[in-house]
Nanobody
């Protein structure tokens, strides 16, 4: 079965950068989408970005557009989220998620989830 493991979170100062990784294993399909979501305390899980395995199509939430970049190492089935110009409002647990098929932004469409990695942006 599919397993997703996030890493790379930590504490950074405002304006700093982090690179998150999502290592996927157990895929049986070549056509799938990996998304990044985040959840701050007391808030719902919100979509951040996605990338497709088949075409490399990417998209971003307006809140992170221009600051975050998603990419994929297809050979290693690893997805990265480069986060620049981090601000306190980016503080959250970040999750990667997977689904077979076309890209989507709703969390309900993703049926595989990692355990999350904490990102804290503070002075």
């Amino acid at each position: 079965q599919l397993q997703l493991v996030e890493s790379g979170g930590g504490l950074v100062q405002p304006g700093g950068s982090l690179r998150l990784s999502c290592a996927a294993s157990g895929f049986t399909l070549d056509y799938y989408t990996i998304g990044w979501f985040r959840q701050a305390p007391g808030k719902g899980r919100e979509w951040v970005s996605y990338i497709t395995r088949n075409s490399g199509l990417t998209n971003y939430a307006d809140s992170v557009k221009g600051r975050f970049t998603i990419s994929m190492d297809n050979a290693k089935n690893t997805v990265f989220l480069q986060m620049n110009s981090l601000q306190p409002e980016d503080t959250a647990v970040y999750y990667c998620a997977g689904r077979g098929g076309f890209p989507a932004v709703g969390k309900q469409f993703y049926n595989y989830w990692g355990q999350g990695t904490q990102v804290t942006v503070a002075s």
